[in-house]
C-alpha cells in the first residue's frame, strides 16, 4: 500500500475511520440512533417548513449541513427511517472529513494520524453519528480547508472545495469565530493570493457574513448569572479528567506545561500553538455560555461536545510537535501526551450509556423520545 499517494492514503483512512467508528458505536450503526435536537428540531421542522427548513437558525445561528440530512430524509423516506439515514449520513460524512485531511497534509503519516484523530479523539458519544454534532466534527475540516487554502493551495477540485467551506461555514459559529485569524493570515502572507485563493477565501466570507448575521439579528442565549472557576476548571476538564482516578488539580498545570514545552520545541510551535489557542478558546466560549447548567464539562459525561474540540487540537498539536521536533526528548514527550489522550479515548468511551430511542404512531403523528430524555411529536 503507498501511502504517499494521497488518493491511497484518503482511500485507506476512510476504511479505518468507518472501521473505528463500528467498534466504538456498534449498537447505533446496526440499530440507528438519534439525539436531543436531531428530532425535536431537524426532524419536526423539515415536517413542518419543508425546503424552508434548510435556512431556518436555531440556537442562534444556522446548521445546513443537518438541514439538508434531514431535509434530504424526510423528501425519501417515511420517519421510522431517520436513525438508519442520520446514522448512514453522519458516518459517511464524518468518514469523509478524516478522509480529507489525511489526503490534505503532505507527510503521509502524520496526514493519516491527523485524519484518525477525529474519530479517536476523547468524547462520550454525544458527537458521534449525530447530526445535530457534526457541526464539531466537522469545524477541523473546515480549519484544514482554510489552511489549504491559504498555504498550500491544490491544482483541481478548487470549487468543490471552496463550496464545502461555504457549507461549513454556514454550519454552526466556528466559520465565524476563526474569520479574524483568517483575515490576518490572508494579509500578512508574503505572496500575493491566486485568483482561485481569491475566489475560495470569496465563498467563505459570504458564508461568514450570512452566519453572523443571523448570529446578531437572531440571539438565542443570554449567558446565565454567576463566574466561571476558570482556574479550577481549565486544568480539571482540559487535561486532569484525561488521567485516571482523583488526579490532584497541580497535575492538570503541569500538564498544562508539559504541553506548551513540547510545542515550542518543535518547528511546528506556530500552528500547535494556534489550534490550541483555538480549542481553548471555544471551551471558554462554552463555559462561559452554560455557566448555569453544569459546574463542569466532562469529556466522558456532561458537556462533553464542548471538550471535544480542544482535545482533538491537543492531540493535532502534539502530533505535529512529535513528527517535526528536532530534540529527541522532546519528540518522546510530545509522543507521549498524545498517548495519553487517546488511552484516555479508548479506555472511557461510552456511547453505549445513552438510551435507546423509540418512533411511536399515534393518532395525532409521530411521538419520538431520544436520548437524554427529549420527547417531541411530529404531526403528520
Known sequence: MNITNPRVRAATVFLLAILIIWFRAPDRLAHGFLWAEDASVFIAQAHQLGRHSILFDYA????????????????????????????IASLLVTAAACAYIAAAVRAPLVAMLLGLALVLSPQQGEVLLSITNLQWMMFPVLLALLWECLFDPPTSWIWPRALVTAMLGLTGPFGVLVSPAVAIAAFWKRKLLSRKQIAWLACYALAVLGQAWIMHTHPAYTPPPGKVDWLHRAPKELF?????????????WAMAAWLMVTIAGSDSALIGGFICAVGIAIWGLGAYRVNGYAHAFVWYGAGSRYLYIPLLMFGWASILAATTARSRAICCAAGLFAGIVLLASATRFEAGAWKTWTIVDTPTGYELT???????TVPR
Do not use: E, K
Open 240 to 252: 486532569v479528567d484525561l488521567l485516571p482516578g482523583q488526579a490532584p488539580l497541580w497535575l492538570g
Open 60 to 87: 442562534g445561528y444556522l446548521h445546513l449541513l443537518p438541514r439538508l440530512i434531514a431535509y434530504g430524509q424526510f423528501t425519501l423516506t417515511p420517519i421510522g427511517y431517520a436513525p438508519y439515514v442520520f446514522v
Open 370 to 376: 431520544v436520548p437524554p430524555d427529549w420527547t417531541v
